[in-house]
């Protein structure tokens, strides 16, 4: 009965994914963006129970998969295509169907390399991308649509990257630069003094991303 309980979580992430494409669909931008953020609740706690109650296992795995390729590959895409890009016409379409697609890749390879890698991430973690679109679009910033679908693209291909980015689950292999930190937060000031300051409600997952690459460009400039 154990496991019931980290099923349920992972299938209320999974839930949350399918209610913010059906808010989304009926105008509600804003509960289609914090359905998603309900789902990255559900995503983060489902692993943590399954690894306290001694009952991880592949089953949870792939659930967990499935139910991260809905809530932040399609449910992401649908609701940054419907908040920016339906101006754009079809081309609005290409970027978040590339993103949700890559996502999928993304999470394919993280299962099959689950023994191999420890104590970071190779690429962007999904739910960051899922919280990144969610946050914009409460910000009720309206950036111009050409900038989202490159910002979006950009996205999609660092899913799939090879920057390491830490998993905060114990001991990396990589060195975790404090300069790299700052750089981050300098960043994220710079952005929300010469963009707008609502957009500091992404920051949290914005430095994520800035801290990752400029980390492992350190540690890459470092190795040789």
């Known amino acids: 009965m154990k496991n019931v309980i980290p099923c349920i979580l992972t299938a209320g992430n999974l839930g949350f994914g399918v209610l913010s494409i059906i808010q989304t669909a009926q105008g509600n931008l804003n ?14 706690l489902d692993g ?7 009952v991880q296992g592949e089953f949870g795995k792939e659930l967990d998969s ?8 399609a449910a992401t895409g649908f609701l940054i295509y419907t908040y920016a890009l339906r101006d754009l016409g079809w081309i ?27 104590g970071y991430f190779q690429g962007m973690p999904i739910p960051n991308g899922g919280c990144i679109v ?3 679009v409460l910000s009720g910033v309206h950036l111009p649509s ?20 830490p998993d905060f689950k114990g001991a990396s292999p990589d060195v975790l ?7 981050a937060i300098i960043c994220g000031l710079l952005v929300l003094a010469l963009i707008d300051w609502h957009l500091i409600l992404i920051m949290p997952f914005f430095l994520y991303i800035i801290f990752g690459l400029v980390n492992t460009c350190m540690n890459m400039a470092k190795a040789h």
């Open 177 to 183: 630069h404090k300069s790299a930190l700052a750089i």
């Open 92 to 118: 609005g379409m290409v970027p978040p169907i590339l993103y949700a697609c890559l996502g999928g890749i993304r999470l394919a390879r993280f299962n099959l390399n689950t023994t191999v890698i420890h």
């Open 134 to 136: 969610a946050t914009y």
């Open 66 to 73: 499935l139910s991260d390729c809905v809530s932040f590959g």
């Open 31 to 44: 509960i289609g963006a914090l359905c998603i953020l309900l789902a990255m609740v559900c995503d983060a």
């Open 146 to 165: 050409w900038i989202i679908a490159i910002i979006v693209l950009a996205l999609g291909y660092h899913l799939v990257s090879k920057v390491h980015n």
């Open 48 to 54: 943590r129970t399954a690894r306290a109650l001694g």
